[in-house]
């Protein structure tokens, strides 16, 4: 058994969707949450502006002392995990195997859809993944840059105008393909799970990365032993780097309890 919390990061609040899911698997467990929110998105940076951010949010959470740090962000997933992995001494864990192995069970005409971020895209990590998995499966990406900006000003809502446009003119080619499965390949898009689902239709799986992932890592913590041994329920500890205001808002609305009063601000080029 191990008491210590799990880290969890992201470049927004996109990564609660991995809380969300750490918190219904594992409710006695300690999470400790960051938020690069002064420095969202990181989809379209460089990989050494990526590299070089995930290196200092792991090193905040590190003041900490943690058992796991989950890279609770498509982005840094699919370009900085195995960095990660091999400076520091405990497991770091992603959502890109997860969300690959789950879309490869899911689909039945072997026609996945893969949304993400340009820099995920650009990887082409869950693309390897998911043939790994499930070769010869036809593995159709596209880009969606504008996602997470609007999800981080609060567009996800279905009934958005504006979200649904944009959400129409991303997903138009892989519905017109034929995809009966559809990979939410950064942690922001579930938020938009609903206008995602609206759009495509039932007959086409949704394949969550953030709770993909939160799912591994459940299993990892007991495989190890490493799960909590307290009988209360665990916190949740959010830190941002920009305003707590506009996080706790919005958190608050899809975590479903208040955590104003458990968000910090830091600042993150210290680290």
């Given at each position: 058994m ?13 990564g609660?969707?991995?809380?969300r899911?750490?918190?219904r ?5 300690d999470i ?10 990181y ?8 590299v070089?951010?995930?290196r200092q949010?792991?090193?905040f959470?590190r003041?900490f002392?943690?058992?796991?740090i989950v890279?609770?962000c498509?982005?840094?997933s ?7 992995a091999?400076e520091?001494p405990?497991p770091?864990?992603g ?11 899911a689909?039945?005409n ?5 949304i993400g971020t340009?820099a995920s ?8 993944c ?5 070769p010869?499966?036809v593995?159709?990406?596209q880009?969606?840059p504008?996602?997470v ?6 567009r996800?809502?279905?009934g958005?105008v ?5 959400a129409?003119e991303?997903?138009?080619?892989l ?6 499965t ?5 942690t ?13 239709g039932?007959e086409?799986?949704?394949i969550n990365a953030?709770a993909a ?9 007991r495989?190890t ?11 949740c500890?959010?830190?941002?780097s ?10 608050s609305?899809f ?7 458990a968000v ?5 080029s210290?680290y």
């Amino acid at each position: 058994m191990d008491n210590r919390p799990i880290g969890v990061f992201d470049s927004g609040l996109g990564g609660l969707t991995a809380v969300r899911e750490l918190c219904r698997l594992l409710p006695e467990e300690d999470i400790v949450y960051f938020g690069d929110t002064g420095r969202v998105p990181y989809g379209s940076r460089s990989r050494e502006t990526i590299v070089k951010y995930a290196r200092q949010d792991v090193a905040f959470l590190r003041t900490f002392d943690l058992k796991a740090i989950v890279i609770a962000c498509g982005t840094v997933s699919t370009t900085a995990l195995d960095t990660l992995a091999a400076e520091n001494p405990i497991p770091v864990l992603g959502v890109v195997v997860p969300a690959a192995k789950a879309a490869a069970e899911a689909t039945h005409n072997g026609t996945i859809g893969l949304i993400g971020t340009q820099a995920s895209i650009r990887s082409g990590a869950y693309e390897r993944c998911i043939q790994t998995q499930r070769p010869g499966t036809v593995v159709l990406a596209q880009p969606c840059p504008l996602f997470v900006p609007l999800v981080e000003n609060g567009r996800f809502h279905r009934g958005d105008v504006v979200i649904e446009t944009v959400a129409a003119e991303y997903l138009q080619p892989l519905k017109q393909a034929g995809v009966d499965t559809l990979v939410l390949g950064c942690t922001h898009y579930p938020l938009l799970e609903e206008v995602i689902s609206d759009y495509m239709g039932p007959e086409v799986t949704l394949i969550n990365a953030g709770a993909a992932g939160a799912r591994a890592v459940a299993d990892r913590l007991r495989e190890t032993d490493a799960l909590a041994s307290r009988k209360e329920g665990g916190s949740c500890r959010c830190f941002v780097s920009d305003r707590q205001e506009d996080f706790a808002r919005i958190a608050s609305t899809f975590l479903g309890w208040d955590v104003s009063g458990a968000v910090g601000q830091i600042d993150i080029s210290r680290y």
